[in-house]
């Protein structure tokens, strides 16, 4: 198990580097209940400190709501609770789809990862508990062959367990073997409010 771990942390370290050489536009759509609530875009770079630097294209101002004065005040604070819990889970999703490798290694040391081949497609099924928050869990799909994650599922919370959040992360490869998250669906399961993240338009930076 040492050395595939090895290699997915390898894999992985490399893979972030590559990264940094490009930018990229995301998109967030934010939904309530299954409705289409927000959608922002951003261009997105690496900053020097490993960092996502993002800058919002196009920002739209909120609409004004409607009615009376008092129920101005309540839509508008709704409005904001479920923007800031967006914003919130939307990071924690990001969070899990960038491998934290000292969370890994101390997770192997604790005897929290299993793992399995998947058949003959040459890849590997790692599942680690406890990996950024007691009680979570992480599954992961890496392709030896491609050298590359495949995809993430997480299931895990904010602040508390019973404030539930999953997260499915599907990548993609770059023409120049880059490897990139594609979409990053990401579930607030008590809210029933929803975060999709969607990568596209990478372009070399310089």
Known sequence: MQEKLAEIKQSSAANKLALARYSWMEQQTISLKGEVKKTQQFQVRIGPDGQQQKIELNPQAAP??????????????KTEEFQVYGQQIAAL?????????????????RGDISMQPNGADGTIILSVKNYLKPGDSL????????KAIRAVQVASYLTDPSDAVTIAVQ?????????????????GVSKKLGVMIQNSTYQPIG
Do not use: E, M, W
């Open 64 to 77: 004004q709501p409607s009615g009376g004065r008092f129920k101005q005040r309540v839509v508008a604070k």
């Open 93 to 109: 999703g990001k969070q899990y789809s960038q491998l934290d490798l000292q969370a890994l290694d101390q997770a192997y040391q």
């Open 139 to 146: 599954t992961l799909v890496f392709d030896r062959q491609q």
């Open 171 to 187: 990548f993609a490869k770059l023409p120049d073997g880059t490897n990139h998250v594609s979409t990053n669906q990401v579930n």
